[in-house]
């Protein structure tokens, strides 16, 4: 173990244990074959035998073994780090205490990657025909796709239902396949549910609720929802994460980055959508939802940001009853906003229901910075009363200040009617530095512009922007992009509540009446615009001046670094590559002259101390040539994967 960490700390390699004591073990034979070597004495019958009489041979016998031993070992670890994978340390102990459950999970993707390969395989999906980048047009592909996802069932569908929402990268034919997943997911056992509350709450059911409704409201793929009453009456949700699922995501999530690796690197549509980069959004999105405790942070801020709304309420979390696994909410007595029957019942007219849950998105977007992202009807009740209650608070949206400014800055280039105040604001939303053609960019703005009208958001508005920009090669923030799916996802809900709503003459006059301090008039965006310049515009004159004076007296001077910030960096780095190379092969040569010199003299102290030093050095040198050489190879091994 020694000889094998000395070798990887040396290297700048970290082994992990297993690795390390392989290594360990070859470094060791090596080091006790050159100790066994250098310290053996000929005995009588001719042949060699090591004789330790004291502690201080000992101690030079071992010191042998491992100096010789991690000579050895470093260039059998330079080897075994580069054919071996390297794993980030994750639950060592339970791997230890159950070996047989750790080797199950390390197999279980690559079993899962064969199912899902075999079911491919029976829908042709493999043929070279669906390999092209116009293949992802394709309705006869999106099909298959669809069939292989319901086939193979368990966490791809719940990855394929959010893929369906990515409209800004997937073709439409796409999405709407995808949209049609359907997860038959029978509802856990009593028993199951019982396991996971008390293992949470650290108490039986019965002593946490007054009571507990077995039969569950509803089951979904990530968990299930039941009724349940507090101590004091309070009726309450509690919706309890199926038993496993975490193992399920990892197992699953690891066969979707094996295939995105291999089809981005085979095949010219999954390079054109950026398969690994969305297959990693999918996987944080389906790791998010699996965090109630989030859930249910999200759920109460939400909730006191919101309650003024007038029709619109979020229910309440109990947190004293929430953890990871179990959420626990106010219950809402209501139906679906797509039940034709309740909205004709409701005493609030379905123009009004819409307006009112218009305003409330508009609100928690401009005002708030933090929204519902994931809007659709099943999310959401509406109770006799004709409130509508908002829940499900597993996706939601966050604005930065950059996106929100670049939302008004879109809003003033809309209002006024000017191309290039839109095509500024689009290229500052991408945190473009001045690389994209602004006047081509202009242009299109222009040519899409005559399609907008003045004010509002509009979900046409933002999608036509973000393909625009998409063009130019500028990527918006990943919040406008899903700013624009959750714009989507809302107009189909509000023309399901009032099919003649419009949401772009809605938002138009909402925004004007009672969001017109988030957003703003044109000319109020202009006097912000004017006031944050105004620093920068009165010390203006200030700085011409002392620029002309230094001119006229001939001591204006303009100096350059020809590297400076991160080309500094980089040319640091490979002078000291070289020089520690460098540093290396001399004391390797140098230390080889002296163990010459130690052969051929007749001294005897002299021949020990050009030993020593001779030792010492080559020692020293071959520790720097390999720590540079492990470090290039593993840069290398970087770049090919």
Same mark, same amino acid.
């Given at each position: 173990?020694?000889?094998?960490?000395?070798?990887?700390?040396?290297?700048?390699?970290?082994?992990?244990?297993?690795?390390?004591?392989?290594?360990?073990?070859?470094?060791?034979?090596?080091?006790?074959?050159?100790?066994?070597?250098?310290?053996?004495?000929?005995?009588?019958?001719?042949?060699?035998?090591?004789?330790?009489?004291?502690?201080?041979?000992?101690?030079?016998?071992?010191?042998?073994?491992?100096?010789f031993g991690v000579l050895a070992a470093m260039p059998v670890a330079i080897?075994?780090?580069?054919?071996?994978?390297?794993?980030?340390r994750r639950r060592r102990r339970s791997r230890l205490l159950h070996p047989?459950?750790?080797?199950?999970?390390?197999?279980?993707?690559?079993?899962?990657?064969?199912?899902?390969?075999? @079911?491919?395989?029976?829908? @042709?999906?493999?043929?070279?025909?669906?390999?092209?980048?116009?293949?992802?047009?394709?309705?006869?592909?999106?099909?298959?796709?669809?069939?292989?996802?319901?086939?193979?069932?368990?966490?791809?569908?719940?990855?394929?239902?959010?893929?369906?929402?990515?409209?800004?990268?997937?073709?439409?034919?796409?999405?709407?396949?995808?949209?049609?997943?359907?997860?038959?997911?029978?509802?856990?056992?009593?028993?199951?549910?019982?396991?996971?509350?008390?293992?949470?709450?650290?108490?039986?059911?019965?002593?946490?609720?007054?009571?507990?409704?077995?039969?569950?409201?509803?089951? +979904?793929?990530?968990?299930?929802?039941?009724?349940?009453?507090?101590?004091?009456?309070?009726?309450?949700?509690?919706?309890?994460?199926?038993?496993?699922?975490?193992?399920?995501?990892?197992?699953?999530?690891?066969?979707?980055?094996?295939?995105?690796?291999?089809?981005?690197?085979?095949?010219?549509?999954?390079?054109?959508?950026?398969?690994?980069?969305?297959?990693?959004?999918?996987?944080?999105?389906?790791?998010?939802?699996?965090?109630?405790?989030?859930?249910?942070?999200?759920?109460?801020?939400?909730?006191? @940001?919101?309650?003024?709304?007038?029709?619109?309420?979020?229910?309440?979390? &109990?947190?004293?009853?929430?953890?990871?696994?179990?959420?626990?909410?106010?219950?809402?007595?209501?139906?679906?906003?797509?039940?034709?029957?309740?909205?004709?019942?409701?005493?609030?007219?379905?123009?009004?229901?819409?307006?009112?849950?218009?305003?409330?998105?508009?609100?928690?977007?401009?005002?708030?910075?933090?929204?519902?992202?994931?809007? &659709?009807?099943?999310?959401?009740?509406?109770?006799?009363?004709?409130?509508?209650?908002?829940?499900?608070?597993?996706?939601?949206?966050?604005?930065?200040?950059?996106?929100?400014?670049?939302?008004?800055?879109?809003?003033?280039?809309? %209002?006024?009617?000017?191309?290039?105040?839109?095509?500024?604001?689009?290229?500052?939303?991408?945190?473009?530095?001045?690389?994209?053609?602004?006047?081509?960019?202009?242009?299109?703005? +222009?040519?899409?512009?005559?399609?907008?009208?003045?004010?509002?958001?509009?979900?046409?508005?933002?999608?036509?922007?973000? @393909?625009?920009?998409?063009?130019?090669?500028?990527? =918006?923030?990943?919040?406008?992009?899903?700013?624009?799916?959750?714009?989507?996802?809302?107009?189909?809900?509000?023309?399901?509540?009032?099919?003649?709503?419009?949401?772009?003459?809605?938002?138009?006059?909402?925004?004007?009446?009672?969001?017109?301090?988030?957003?703003?008039?044109?000319?109020?965006?202009?006097?912000?615009?004017?006031?944050?310049?105004? =620093?920068?515009?009165?010390?203006?004159?200030? &700085? %011409?001046?002392?620029?002309?004076?230094?001119?006229?007296?001939?001591?204006?001077?303009?100096?350059?670094?020809?590297?400076?910030?991160?080309?500094?960096?980089?040319?640091?780095?490979?002078?000291?590559?070289?020089?520690?190379?460098?540093?290396?092969?001399?004391?390797?040569?140098?230390?080889?002259?002296?163990?010459?010199?130690? %052969?051929?003299?007749?001294?005897?102290?002299?021949?020990?101390?050009?030993?020593?030093?001779?030792?010492?050095?080559?020692?020293?040198?071959?520790?720097?040539?390999?720590?540079?050489?492990?470090?290039?190879?593993?840069?290398?091994?970087?770049?090919?994967?």
């Amino acid at each position: 173990m020694v000889v094998g960490k000395l070798s990887g700390r040396l290297l700048g390699v970290r082994l992990g244990r297993w690795r390390g004591v392989l290594v360990g073990l070859i470094g060791w034979a090596a080091g006790a074959t050159a100790a066994a070597l250098a310290l053996s004495e000929e005995t009588p019958g001719g042949g060699r035998e090591v004789i330790i009489d004291s502690v201080s041979e000992a101690v030079a016998a071992v010191s042998v073994v491992v100096f010789f031993g991690v000579l050895a070992a470093m260039p059998v670890a330079i080897a075994i780090d580069l054919v071996t994978p390297r794993q980030p340390r994750r639950r060592r102990r339970s791997r230890l205490l159950h070996p047989v459950r750790a080797t199950k999970a390390a197999l279980a993707p690559y079993g899962r990657l064969r199912e899902v390969v075999g @079911n491919a395989r029976r829908e @042709n999906l493999l043929s070279l025909r669906y390999a092209s980048r116009s293949a992802l047009e394709s309705p006869d592909l999106s099909h298959r796709l669809r069939v292989v996802i319901e086939e193979s069932g368990g966490m791809l569908v719940k990855f394929g239902q959010i893929a369906s929402t990515r409209t800004d990268l997937l073709p439409g034919p796409l999405t709407d396949e995808l949209a049609r997943l359907r997860s038959d997911v029978q509802p856990v056992g009593a028993e199951s549910v019982r396991g996971v509350i008390e293992s949470e709450l650290g108490e039986p059911v019965e002593r946490a609720f007054a009571s507990f409704e077995w039969q569950p409201l509803a089951a +979904a793929s990530v968990g299930q929802t039941h009724r349940a009453a507090l101590s004091d009456g309070t009726r309450v949700v509690v919706k309890v994460q199926r038993p496993g699922i975490g193992d399920l995501v990892v197992r699953d999530a690891a066969v979707m980055r094996l295939v995105a690796r291999q089809l981005e690197r085979r095949v010219e549509a999954a390079r054109a959508i950026g398969m690994r980069g969305l297959t990693e959004e999918l996987i944080a999105g389906v790791e998010q939802e699996l965090d109630y405790l989030h859930e249910a942070s999200v759920g109460t801020r939400l909730r006191e @940001n919101r309650k003024a709304d007038v029709g619109i309420a979020v229910p309440a979390v &109990h947190a004293t009853l929430s953890t990871d696994r179990v959420l626990v909410m106010e219950e809402v007595v209501g139906r679906p906003v797509d039940d034709i029957q309740a909205l004709d019942a409701s005493p609030v007219p379905r123009p009004e229901i819409a307006r009112r849950l218009l305003s409330s998105f508009l609100g928690q977007v401009l005002e708030d910075g933090l929204y519902h992202a994931d809007p &659709h009807p099943g999310n959401m009740l509406i109770d006799e009363a004709g409130t509508v209650w908002l829940l499900d608070f597993g996706a939601v949206g966050r604005l930065d200040r950059r996106a929100l400014d670049g939302l008004r800055g879109i809003a003033l280039g809309v %209002a006024s009617g000017d191309a290039g105040v839109l095509a500024r604001a689009a290229r500052d939303l991408a945190g473009d530095r001045g690389l994209a053609d602004l006047r081509a960019l202009e242009a299109d703005m +222009a040519a899409s512009l005559g399609t907008m009208e003045a004010g509002g958001i509009d979900p046409a508005l933002i999608a036509d922007l973000l @393909n625009v920009m998409s063009r130019h090669e500028l990527r =918006p923030p990943a919040s406008m992009t899903l700013l624009a799916r959750a714009l989507l996802t809302l107009e189909g809900t509000l023309r399901i509540i009032e099919p003649g709503f419009s949401i772009q003459q809605a938002s138009k006059a909402l925004v004007m009446e009672q969001h017109r301090d988030a957003f703003g008039t044109p000319q109020e965006l202009l006097q912000k615009e004017a006031l944050r310049t105004l =620093p920068a515009v009165r010390t203006l004159p200030e &700085h %011409a001046e002392a620029l002309a004076n230094q001119l006229r007296a001939g001591r204006l001077t303009v100096r350059t670094e020809r590297y400076a910030g991160g080309d500094r960096l980089v040319v640091d780095s490979w002078i000291d590559r070289i020089t520690l190379a460098l540093i290396g092969g001399a004391t390797v040569v140098s230390s080889g002259l002296m163990m010459l010199a130690a %052969a051929a003299t007749g001294s005897g102290s002299l021949r020990i101390a050009l030993w020593i030093l001779g030792f010492a050095g080559l020692s020293c040198g071959a520790v720097v040539l390999m720590r540079g050489a492990a470090q290039a190879l593993r840069r290398q091994s970087a770049r090919l994967d």
